[in-house]
């Protein structure tokens, strides 16, 4: 059926199945919390903005302009629009990106990126604990000088010591059943991943249990996570001291663990459970030895075995899967953020997150249809199945969004991949170095010609 005369195209801009975790009316909500919402009709309004912005981070690849066609052609297409609808120029998308700002995409991910995984999920729980996973990473941004004075640099053992890009640090926090990011602390890049961790703990809860490697130990960190209702196990550092307090039956021991100095020493020490076990496999070849000791707050041995908990560590590593997702297929290898300012730098780091969390929502969806684990569902199937249904102009119609995600549902099904096969690799790269020297700051201001190249020739021996 064709609109109504007084209904605007841009009202039913949407993005195709992935409208049903972000539907418009949890987006207009989150415009006016956060006192976004316009004064007056615009040619984007707030709710097109945030739509597009996370469309920025679903094509990727594509300019500003190109984003926007892809959202409104499909649409105007399939309705049988009669009215014209100008795609806007690049300034006014980037102005309309500006008056939005970051807090509405940031509540939109408070909001809406919970964690979502049932007792059905394969591989989401640990007999009654939901597993979770932290870890960070660090993404590439446009190189302005705005960007280097909020984020820095960071170092770099050649030429002037700093890298090519600035960068920011994100902390995470993640469902390892379905790769869903469900918290995010950002920061610059020489914040610590500890100090940044800290912001996550609101995210934190009963119910769950949280993995984490050796570098985030830290006992005002340790206690911090514990006092939010989760339970730990978190790998350790192979000096840190831990006494043995009492053999338990399953091969582990009780311990304790407190502040390293000052007054905190002072403090009770906290009792844990230290599961210390090594790797017997010649296939697979580690740097060092093949000794690890984890550290959980689960002290009855019942509860949770230790060799149930060595085998369970290895999950930790499903957030190197998402990173991958995220950084490799949805972004682009060696892409960087094209944001100039750091405000925007961080709404469109928002706009990445919800945007692989509605993904991995629509993959739950299709290892749920099929009865399978969701590591089985190809990321880059459904993101490309994603990035069909927003040319074809869902719109925000529940019945047509239904239907659209069916059939998301029965394309990505077609691709499954195989069960998950042992493999390792070992840590190199194929090419480190480059013989060009490192762009700089001091090269964004070359001299530019000032002649065409036809007056500027000079025939020399004449």
Not at 200 to 213: C, K, Q, S
Request: charged share 25%; glycine share 8%; with cysteine.
């Amino acid at each position: 059926m064709k609109p109504q005369d007084d209904q605007r195209l841009s009202d039913h801009v949407a993005l195709g199945v992935l409208t049903r975790t972000f539907p418009p009316g949890l987006v207009d909500v989150v415009i006016e919390s956060t006192g976004r919402a316009e004064q007056r009709n615009r040619l984007l309004p707030a709710r097109l903005v945030v739509y597009y912005v996370l469309a920025l981070a679903l094509f990727s690849q594509s300019g500003y302009e190109e984003v926007m066609r892809s959202l409104v052609e499909g649409l105007a297409w399939e309705t049988g629009w009669q009215q014209h609808w100008s795609v806007p120029s690049q300034p006014a998308i980037s102005q309309a990106r500006a008056r939005l700002g970051e807090e509405p995409l940031k509540e939109l991910f408070k909001r809406a990126c919970v964690p979502f995984a049932t007792e059905a999920t394969l591989g989401a729980f640990y007999r009654r604990w939901r597993l979770m996973s932290i870890d960070g990473s660090c993404l590439d941004l446009a190189d302005t000088p705005e960007n280097d004075a909020a984020f820095g640099r960071p170092g770099s053992g050649r030429g002037e010591k700093v890298g090519a890009f600035p960068q920011l640090r994100l902390v995470a926090l993640g469902e390892c059943g379905t790769h869903a990011l469900v918290g995010v602390a950002i920061g610059a890049c020489r914040d610590g991943e500890t100090t940044l961790a800290r912001g996550l703990l609101e995210r934190v809860g009963e119910g769950m249990l949280v993995l984490a490697d050796r570098n985030f130990f830290g006992f005002e960190l340790w206690n911090e996570v514990r006092a939010a209702g989760a339970e730990l196990a978190w790998r350790t550092k192979s000096n840190h001291s831990l006494p043995i307090d009492e053999r338990l039956p399953d091969g582990s021991y009780l311990s304790h663990v407190q502040a390293s100095r000052g007054r905190q020493r002072l403090k009770s020490p906290v009792v844990v459970r230290v599961v210390a076990y090594d790797l017997d496999d010649p296939g697979r070849r580690q740097v060092g030895d093949n000794d690890y000791r984890l550290i959980t707050t689960i002290t009855d041995p019942t509860l949770a075995p230790a060799s149930e908990l060595a085998a369970l560590y290895p999950e930790r590593w499903e957030f190197e899967t998402t990173l991958d997702e995220l950084k490799t297929h949805q972004r682009g290898p060696r892409v960087v953020l094209r944001s100039k300012s750091p405000e925007g730098v961080r709404q469109e780091v928002y706009g990445y997150l919800c945007t692989h969390y509605a993904i991995r929502v629509l993959m739950a969806e299709t290892a749920r249809h099929n009865g399978i684990d969701p590591d089985r569902v190809s990321f880059t199937g459904a993101l490309r199945a994603s990035r069909r249904s927003v040319r074809q102009g869902l719109g925000t119609a529940a019945q047509v969004l239904t239907a659209g995600l069916r059939l998301a549902v029965v394309e990505i099904s077609d691709g499954l991949l195989p069960e998950r096969r042992l493999r390792s690799a070992p840590r190199v790269v194929k090419r480190k170095m480059s013989n060009y020297q490192v762009k700089r700051p001091k090269h964004r201001d070359w001299p530019q010609p000032t002649r065409p190249s036809a007056d500027a020739i000079q025939i020399l021996g004449t």
